[in-house]
């Protein structure tokens, strides 16, 4: 939010000088992110009198003239504006001064064989307007020598104040005046706006054309004719401020509804009357429709934009920016001015939706006032007449604007609890009334308080203690630190951020990089990773491809490994820890740690190397990722369950699960499915895991029974091979829960370390060997011993599989 030291001064009465301004508007909360004065550049620039103007002798077109500067004696310039005459006063730069116009610095140079020691300025050239037709023509009273910004009020600065979103009042001018007077910088200035009576009835009506079951992006609409204008430039006090904000100024007409905007914060727009058809209407675009913009861009319209229409179609996005068929120009000689109220979420999505940043927006996605609506239209009418001429119509209005009528039993005692500040009552009730609350005092030590249509934002006890806290000011508050206990605090982290931390680390380790994605995926990536629920659909998307609440972290880190493949990195390792959505309740949304490896990117390292090159991934990778945050996480990973049912986006030969019984689903890994990674555009190898944060169980918080302390055998262990012959569709796990079950006391692991398959074991067989760890605890094992537990081992694997020794 831009304006000048004197558009400020327009509505509140100080003395306060631009450092007392700009520290008082950051001590009330609207943080000044600079100040700039153009005029600074200007001063240089003085005012002359040229005292004669003859022609050049080698160039038609070119003119001597002898310029009265206020010096000693006349300066000679070489000067080819057509208006440049003797008697002109105007505005001189001498040698030496740079031009920001042209972005020079002027020096004593030969034009055409003639000295000419400096230059006569345009407006463009010391960027006051973009006029550039002749040099600047001041008035005959205009006091040569003396400084050019001095005499045309030019010493303006510029205020650049960073608004957070609650304060939509501040996007005009005369709300940032407000806050100052409240804080004692000054006082208001009345409100000088006329009312003009209308003299004949509209023209042109307007309507509100919403299903009564649609949300009304227009609730309120009023619109004036006004005939028999005369557009043309603005005054020059009116370009200059809207030149010092960044506004290029286009005619009277259009800086009128810039220049309310911005001084009142109450966007405003106006069509050419004669190039309207029919009546106006606020309605819901419709699909096929199309709006030629005032940036020049063409937008496609749907059903979700509010429009402004004609009988013929569309004239404007409500709310965001008029279009270019319906705009004002040189031959416009009746016009109808828009004053409406539009929804600020409606407004804000439908900006999203077609990009555009306009100043409307960002006036009306805050909220405007919606008690302006009159107090607008006078003002609109009232610049358009003094400006332009013309004969008002009477207003036609239509809808109401949704008026909050919002009243706070305020506590006085409240702003000592919540700030520590101990103020009199009748300081808090002037700030407030400053600040324009209605305030009265029904009892001691309350008051009821009315917040005024501008401060939407004030909807509670606490808004209004904030209100008196920033304007008494916030470096009166005392700091007080806290009490120390004198104990040690009590844990902090929850056992779901802890395990969150874990993940990282140990995934860190593996040389895995992390990565955050968008909580939000396509509708097609939601139903490929079991999502898509209607429930999960966003109703206001930040774009297209993001339409849905993600039902798993697999589809936005594989799209974050698919945009590093197209970059050239062919071996990628990231993972993910977040939360995922199933449901719309609270208790639906669940927490996953997420890994992909790409290439050769193995926890070992990647790439080629002298030492031997490393392969691709594979499945046993994902694998060992996934087992390594379980183990980290507590899980006795020893016990845990394989299975081959892993979701339909890993590959069903190369995947597995790991569980905790049937129920109780730890993590999925595996190989990619080729058809996934087609519909993600990834290319292969690509293999991953998913680790479910909210399943692993929690631990118990006190053993059922002590164990005592460690006491680690005597013996040494020693280690039994069997190698069992099996039908191919019997899994390995289930051969080691039976080794292991076999003879408890004796047996401490065991594990696989071949499987063969050939003519020898005969075929649709295959052959598993195991290596099964003995651990004596008494006494050391004799060979009747170990053929006892041999035996044991034999038939317990038979009896679970049907597998028979191999010989």
């Not at 050239?125 to 009020?153: C, K, M, N, Q, R």
């Not at 193995?602 to 030492?611: I, P």
Request: net charge negative.
């Amino acid at each position: 939010m831009k304006f000048t030291l004197s558009w400020l001064k327009d509505h509140l009465e100080t003395e306060a000088s631009l450092d007392e301004i700009v520290e008082t508007l950051t001590r009330v909360g609207l943080e000044v992110d600079g100040v700039e004065n153009k005029g600074a550049a200007l001063r240089p620039f003085v005012v002359a009198h040229v005292i004669s103007a003859v022609q050049h002798p080698n160039a038609d077109r070119l003119r001597v003239c002898m310029v009265d500067v206020g010096g000693p004696a006349p300066i000679q310039v070489v000067c080819g504006a057509p208006n440049a005459r003797a008697g002109l006063k105007t505005v001189f730069a001498p040698a030496g001064t740079y031009i920001p116009g042209k972005d020079i610095t002027l020096g004593v140079g030969q034009i055409r064989g003639v000295e000419s020691h400096g230059m006569m300025c345009s407006a463009a050239e010391l960027e006051i307007s973009e006029d550039h037709d002749g040099i600047i023509e001041l008035a005959t009273d205009a006091p040569v020598g003396a400084a050019y910004v001095d005499f045309a009020d030019l010493d303006d600065p510029v205020i650049d104040v960073s608004l957070t979103p609650n304060r939509a009042d501040c996007t005009g001018v005369r709300g940032i005046a407000r806050d100052l007077a409240a804080a004692g910088l000054g006082t208001m200035k009345p409100d000088v706006v006329r009312k003009t009576p209308g003299r004949y009835a509209s023209p042109i009506s307007v309507s509100l054309d919403f299903a009564d079951d649609e949300l009304v992006a227009c609730p309120a609409f009023h619109g004036r004719y006004v005939r028999g204008v005369k557009n043309g430039p603005s005054p020059e006090w009116m370009q200059r401020r809207l030149l010092a904000i960044g506004l290029r100024p286009i005619s009277a007409l259009v800086d009128m509804t810039n220049y309310v905007s911005i001084d009142r914060g109450r966007p405003l727009h106006v069509f050419d009357a004669k190039k309207l058809t029919g009546n106006i209407h606020a309605r819901y675009g419709k699909t096929g429709e199309s709006l030629e913009a005032l940036d020049g861009k063409t937008y496609a319209l749907d059903e979700r934009m509010c429009v402004i229409a004609d009988d013929a179609g569309p004239l404007g996005l409500g709310g965001i920016m008029g279009g270019e068929p319906s705009g004002c120009s040189e031959e416009t000689t009746d016009v109808f001015i828009e004053c409406a109220w539009f929804d600020p979420a409606k407004t804000a999505e439908t900006g999203r939706r077609t990009g555009i940043v306009s100043d409307a927006r960002y006036r009306f996605e805050r909220g405007v006032d919606p008690a302006a609506l009159e107090n607008g239209m006078d003002y609109a009418t009232q610049l358009v007449l003094d400006l332009c001429g013309g004969e008002p119509s009477h207003v036609v209005a239509v809808g109401e604007a949704p008026i909050a009528d919002t009243v706070i039993e305020f506590p006085l005692s409240e702003v000592k609890r919540l700030t520590g500040l101990d103020l009199h009552r009748a300081e808090i009730r002037e700030i407030l009334e400053k600040l324009g609350f209605f305030v009265v005092a029904p009892e001691e030590g309350v008051f009821r308080v009315a917040v005024p249509s501008w401060r939407a934002d004030v909807t509670q006890k606490a808004d209004l203690v904030e209100e008196v806290m920033r304007i008494h000011g916030l470096g009166n508050v005392v700091s007080t630190p806290l009490e120390a206990t004198g104990t040690v605090g009590a844990k902090v982290l929850t056992p779901l951020q802890i395990r969150r931390s874990k993940a990282r680390r140990v995934l860190a380790t593996r040389t895995m990089l992390e990565a955050v994605t968008w909580s939000f995926v396509s509708k097609r990536e939601a139903e490929h990773f079991g999502g898509g629920a209607a429930e999960l659909a966003l109703a206001n998307p930040i774009a297209s491809d993001l339409s849905d609440m993600r039902p798993s972290l697999m589809p936005g880190l594989m799209a974050a490994v698919g945009r590093n493949l197209k970059r050239g990195m062919a071996d990628v390792a990231l993972f993910e820890v977040g939360q995922v959505f199933k449901g719309d309740r609270p208790e639906d949304q669940r927490q996953e740690v997420v890994g992909l490896r790409h290439g050769t990117a193995q926890s070992a390292g990647s790439g080629r190397h002298w030492l031997g090159a490393a392969g691709p991934v594979g499945w046993t990778v994902a694998k060992a990722d996934a087992l390594a945050v379980l183990e980290a996480l507590g899980v006795a990973v020893d016990r845990l369950q394989i299975a081959r049912t892993a979701p339909a986006w890993y590959h069903p030969g190369r995947s597995g699960t790991l569980q905790m019984g049937p129920q109780n689903v730890l993590a999925h890994f595996g190989e990619i499915h080729p058809a996934t990674l087609e519909a993600m555009d990834v290319s292969a190898p690509l293999v991953g895991f998913q680790v479910y944060l909210d399943a692993i169980p929690e631990p118990k918080a006190k053993p059922t029974k002590s164990k005592g302390a460690l006491v680690l055998p005597e013996l040494m262990p020693l280690t039994r091979d069997f190698a069992f012959v099996v039908e191919e569709k019997v899994e390995a796990e289930k051969i080691l829960k039976a080794v292991r079950g076999a003879d408890k006391a004796l047996i401490t692991g065991a594990s696989v370390f071949d499987v063969f398959r050939g003519a020898s074991v005969g075929e649709g067989r295959k052959s598993v060997a195991v290596a099964v760890t003995l651990q004596p605890v008494q006494a050391t094992l004799t060979d009747k011993d170990l053929e006892a537990v041999a035996a044991k081992i034999v038939a317990a694997v038979a009896k679970a599989t049907g597998a028979t020794l191999r010989s």
